[in-house]
């Protein structure tokens, strides 16, 4: 099961539960900082495994050591037996383009290109070589196409395994997401990629509108995607298998009976995974490599995220959708991040977030983005009420200042705030 922070307790309670898979950015990377649920899991000889969603392996640049050494350090805390990230970018302008540094607040899908291929391969073996345990690499959902690729899904992933050794963590639902999104045959993807390099699998629900399969992690698994994992399964034995919900979680109960339902799918026969070859040398990908990536990466996210012209062979229609999916999560977070501004701005929280969003990407991760939004809010006296406008500067001016307010300064604000309420 995926562990979260909101169902730590059902997890604790749920039977047959071997494993566990935290994401790695969520937790403190010293030993006696875990979160107690997962300390007890771990007492009780539950492994957790580290789930990585911000290295971006396959962007332009090389991983930031100071992102590979906390992620090391948390495999090393969580005494983890592998650690696990995606392949995807998560970034991109900065210093190989004249575009400013900008993030996705998501992980966005790498073209299937030799150069893309290259520089994915050489950023792997920077991660492996930083890690003190092995890694294992995530295919991800896409709402959209890269024009002129030249492989396919299955294709890339064989050629990165054949390059680095690495691992694969397969996610059957994105593998269908794929399929309703982009048109690509799960079952293809399945016989071209090695099935003996699965460390694992991901299983997650989503929902289907106006035609655009929607991966959400907050609706219950379909009954397409256990079909992916039953072919899955016809052909290797995984390791493991993994529930992912990040959402609108269920009772204990529904939980439960999804796992069975997982664990049913994963019935018929395969064979074991067998040992890997010795993957082949990786050559450096070279400065041109990297910066033809950068240029292509960094004008599509200037696309989704800063309002930028629509690059060249991208279908704008599908852009729009993916721009507008960015901007409501990253709401969303920010939302769970701070909720005191969707207390305190109500149902204009959203359409007021979504157009500050459509004018400042994120940056510097999303609790400066709450308090830019609510900076913003202030500066175009965006709030109609007087009294939301107060509130919403106490808030801002004790998390904005240069240092905490002392005891008495919240005392006074807060009776402050206490009589504009009157």
């Not at 529930?243 to 997982?262: C, I, K, W």
């Not at 040398?281 to 070279?286: D, K, Q």
């Not at 990253?330 to 305190?344: C, N």
């Amino acid at each position: 099961m995926g562990w979260r922070p909101e169902i730590a307790d059902v997890i604790d309670a749920l039977p047959g539960i071997d494993w566990v898979e935290a994401v790695a950015e969520n937790l403190c990377a010293e030993r006696d900082h875990l979160p107690d649920p997962l300390r007890r899991l771990r007492a009780r000889g539950v492994t957790v495994v580290p789930h990585g969603v911000g290295l971006g392996l396959g962007g332009a640049e090389r991983p930031d050591p100071g992102r590979l050494a906390a992620l090391a350090d948390r495999a090393e805390a969580l005494g983890a037996p592998l650690v696990t990230e995606h392949i995807a970018f998560v970034r991109a302008g900065g210093g190989r383009t004249a575009c400013v540094p900008l993030e996705a607040g998501h992980l966005l899908p790498v073209p299937r290109t030799r150069d893309a291929l290259r520089v994915l391969c050489e950023n792997v073996r920077i991660a492996q070589d930083s890690l003190p345990v092995p890694l294992a690499v995530e295919n991800i959902a896409a709402l959209i196409n890269w024009p002129d690729e030249e492989m396919t899904e299955g294709q890339f992933l064989a050629e990165l395994v054949a390059r680095t050794g690495v691992r694969l963590l397969i996610d059957v639902a994105n593998l269908h997401t794929n399929h309703v999104n982009r048109g690509e045959d799960p079952a293809r993807a399945l016989d071209e990629l090695p099935v003996e390099a699965i460390a694992y699998v991901h299983v997650a629900g989503g929902v289907e509108r106006d035609g655009v399969w929607h991966d959400t992690h907050a609706h219950p698994v379909t009954r397409p995607v256990l079909d992916v994992l039953a072919e899955l399964r016809s052909r290797v034995a995984p390791p493991g298998v993994l529930l992912e919900r990040d959402d609108d979680f269920p009772s204990g109960g529904e939980l439960a009976a999804e796992l069975e339902v997982v664990r049913a799918a994963t019935g018929a026969t395969g064979r074991d995974g067998a040992a890997l070859p010795r993957p082949d040398a990786v050559r450096p990908a070279g400065g041109a490599a990297r910066e033809r990536l950068a240029l292509a990466q960094s004008g599509l996210l200037s696309a989704l995220v800063a309002g930028a012209p629509v690059p060249e062979g991208f279908d704008a229609a599908r852009l729009a959708v993916q721009s507008r999916a960015l901007a409501a999560k990253r709401a969303s977070v920010v939302a769970r991040t701070a909720p005191e501004l969707p207390a305190l701005l109500g149902e204009s929280y959203h359409p007021l977030f979504l157009a500050y969003a459509a004018r400042r990407p994120l940056r510097d991760g999303y609790r400066r983005d709450a308090l830019d939004f609510a900076e913003h809010l202030l500066a175009a006296r965006a709030p109609g009420e007087a009294r939301v406008r107060r509130a919403l500067s106490v808030w801002w001016q004790e998390r904005a200042g240069a240092r905490p307010p002392r005891r008495a300064t919240r005392l006074v604000r807060a009776a402050r705030a206490a009589l504009t309420a009157r």
